[in-house]
């Protein structure tokens, strides 16, 4: 990363602190589309253009990440007596060699450590099946505590019935992504088949992270090629990998959605901060988390830009399936949503993401 000259009271130890927790935030595919450049008590939050992820819609994926990866960076500083302040940048985004200027985080000294970061290394995706047993109120209290309101809001699906609805939505939503040859090269360019493939480039899906049943990485392997998965597909193949994350539905204890009211890139980075926290949240309950993206993605580019955006039978399909989305959750009428996860209970995932050295998502300072 290049270098820029500023004097700071925040030491680069403590920077050094700061950004590797933010950098421990989730994102879509593992791409890390984030750099920070500390200039004395503020960093900028630069966002890597070049790292986002191609079918992202509005920056939304993007700014779910970013937004997490800020969440983080204030709850580490409550650890080291300090409190952030943000600024969201607003377009045109300036350009700096290292991204674009996103936001600034402002640090003062005082404020009371949040017990949420100390869940932040523990927190990971977790793509087994979990027990069916619906949550009850007191398990999801903690979440619902930890939206502090503003313009994002979090409405669930615990019933059994409700969630065999919800099933067949991700179904069908998801079966667009294994139909469409740019969303099918955009999968397999960002799965590692190996530990050793994804050290190469610290990103990406390692492909035990995925919890694929027996001979399911081979598979994966052999329909890489666009040709093969559109040959298996003429004998339903779509619709086996879709019925996975629809019997992901069906074996958890809740399903969340995460809604705005402000559909805007400040709105989406705030999506961002109150989803860590509700993550965060739930990983100190000793709850599993998966989240599932694509399907509010889906949506929000069906209601932007329109069905002629997606191919005729897929922009076809979303519109079928919106009245059934829009009724289980009522709720959410008038609001956008940003992400839909599962939570449950279950046993610990088989891998962990790896994630980029501090050293190259820092733009340091010169001493
Ligand atoms: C915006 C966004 C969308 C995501 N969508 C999905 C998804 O649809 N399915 C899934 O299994 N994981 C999804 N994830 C989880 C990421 O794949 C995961 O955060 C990343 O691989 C890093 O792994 P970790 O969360 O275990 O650290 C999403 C994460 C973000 C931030």
């Given at each position: 990363m290049s270098t820029v000259a500023s004097s700071a009271r925040i030491t680069m130890a403590q920077w050094r602190t700061l950004i590797e927790a933010a950098g421990q935030a989730p994102s879509p595919d593992n791409n890390q589309p984030w750099a920070f450049r500390p200039r004395g008590d503020a960093v900028e939050v630069l966002h890597c253009r070049a790292r986002a992820i191609g079918s992202d819609v509005d920056d939304l994926f993007s700014w779910l990440a970013v937004g997490a990866a800020i969440e983080n960076l204030c709850l580490a500083a409550t650890r080291l007596g300090l409190t952030g302040r943000v600024e969201y940048m607003k377009r045109p985004f300036t350009e700096t060699p290292d991204g674009e200027r996103i936001a600034t985080v402002e640090f003062s000294t005082g404020g009371q450590p949040d017990a949420?970061?100390?869940w932040i290394p523990q927190r990971v995706t977790n793509r087994r099946f979990y027990k069916r047993q619906p949550l009850g109120d007191a398990d999801l209290a903690p979440m619902i505590a930890s939206v502090d309101g503003r313009c994002v809001h979090l409405d669930w699906l615990t019933d059994l019935p409700q969630r065999k609805r919800l099933a067949r939505v991700v179904a069908a939503v998801d079966r667009i992504r294994f139909e469409h040859q740019p969303f099918h090269e955009e999968f397999h360019s960002v799965l590692r088949h190996s530990p050793a493939e994804e050290e190469r480039t610290?990103?990406?899906?390692?492909?035990?992270?995925?919890?694929?049943?027996?001979f399911g990485a081979t598979l994966m392997r052999w329909v890489a090629p666009w040709r093969r998965m559109q040959l298996l597909n003429r004998f339903g193949m779509s619709r086996v990998f879709a019925g996975t994350s629809a019997k992901q539905v069906v074996c958890c204890g809740a399903v969340g959605l995460v809604s705005t009211t402000d559909v805007s890139d400040r709105g989406f980075l705030e999506g961002g901060r109150a989803f860590q926290r509700i993550w965060l949240a739930a990983t100190a309950a000793g709850l599993s988390f998966q989240p599932m993206g694509g399907i509010p993605l889906f949506f929000h580019k069906l209601s932007s830009q329109?069905?002629?955006?997606?191919l005729p039978e897929h922009g076809g399909v979303l519109e079928s399936l919106l009245p059934e989305w829009r009724e289980l959750f009522p709720a959410a009428a008038g609001r956008t949503g940003v992400m839909l996860f599962r939570i449950g209970r279950s046993g610990g995932p088989s891998a962990r993401s790896i994630r980029k050295h501090v050293d190259d998502i820092i733009v340091k300072d010169v001493e």
């Open positions: 949420l970061a100390e610290r990103d990406g899906l390692e492909v035990r992270t995925l919890e694929l049943p027996p329109g069905s002629e955006a997606f």
